[in-house]
């Protein structure tokens, strides 16, 4: 009695079969695994606009403010967190003019509170990794002690400028941006977190999406703590470009909130604008 069996012909088109069918399914698979990691970040987000607010409600109605990064009129506002030894801001309470460089020592304020945890500062569609409590050196250090983020790898985000006036509020808009995806603006690969340069500034460009997502848009997060998903940055008021900084007495594209201007030293001059960084 003789068995059958498969050919080397049939065979060879049922490994076809199964590697079309691979390649049909692996972007689907991979797309949904990207959307959500899309709603990981969202959620992370949502818990940082609470915890902002469960801040601001204890503390006079303000966001978290480190204290010397009120804006005093000079200085350097667009370095990114903790510089690139883990060190001098670290582990240094921020006093002087010249010392207001970190957007991100305000957002510690929330980890110092025990508002949230350091892994609500991550989007899983990135590589970042949680703030691990050393210092430059690689000691552990206690909370106490530390002022700031050790590392730009360590937070996913970018936050209002917490530099200018008025300062945000629970008072604001709840439609004004106050943190989302990273913005594409920064450096973050130098460790210098400076600003960007041969980035159009523009409305409705992918370009000046988040790079979190590959520039398909990005998570934000309001004042009133909602958050949405924008396929452009012109996601604050009346399409206000939450990654630039508008002013009304500027002349040209500075003067307008849809596309706005990109650079150092920049500050919040307008109630309504948002200007999300590093």
């Given amino acids: 009695m003789s068995r059958k069996a498969f050919t080397l012909i049939e065979l060879l088109v049922v490994i076809a079969i199964i590697a079309l069918l691979v390649s049909i399914l692996l ?5 949904a695994r ?13 818990a940082l606009g609470k915890a902002g607010n469960m801040y601001a409600a204890q503390y006079n109605g303000m966001f978290p403010v480190a204290p010397a990064v009120i804006f005093k009129g000079s200085g350097s506002y667009d370095k990114w967190a903790g510089m690139t030894d883990g060190t001098t801001w670290r582990k240094t309470v921020s006093v002087a003019t010249n010392d207001t460089v970190s ?3 305000s957002q510690w304020l929330l980890v110092r509170g025990k508002f949230t945890d350091v892994r609500t500062f991550l989007c899983p569609s990135t590589e970042n990794t949680p703030d691990d409590f050393t210092d430059g050196a690689g000691n552990v250090c206690e909370l ?10 360590n937070v996913s985000f970018s936050f209002q400028m917490p530099y200018g006036v008025p300062l945000l509020n629970t ?3 709840g439609q004004v941006a106050w943190a989302a995806d990273k913005s594409p603006f920064f450096d973050d690969s130098a460790g210098t977190g400076s600003w960007v340069s041969g980035i159009i500034v523009a409305e409705n460009s992918k370009s000046n999406s988040s790079k979190n997502h590959a520039q398909e848009g990005q998570n934000v997060v309001y004042v009133d703590s909602h958050v949405g998903w924008s396929q452009y940055a012109n996601a604050g008021v ?14 040209g594209a500075g003067g307008n909130r849809r596309i706005g201007s990109m650079g150092a030293n920049y500050a919040i001059m307008e109630t309504d604008d948002s200007m999300l960084a590093p």
Wanted: charged share 30%.
């Fill in 238 to 251: 009346d399409k206000d470009h939450i990654f630039t900084r508008y002013w009304s007495t500027q002349s």
């Fill in 144 to 153: 106490k002690d530390l002022y700031d983020f050790k590392s730009r790898k």
């Fill in 103 to 105: 957007v991100t020592a």
């Fill in 27 to 31: 972007p689907s698979l991979g797309r």
């Fill in 34 to 46: 990207e959307l959500a990691k899309r709603a990981a970040c969202a959620a992370n987000l949502n």
């Fill in 171 to 173: 008072t604001s808009l």
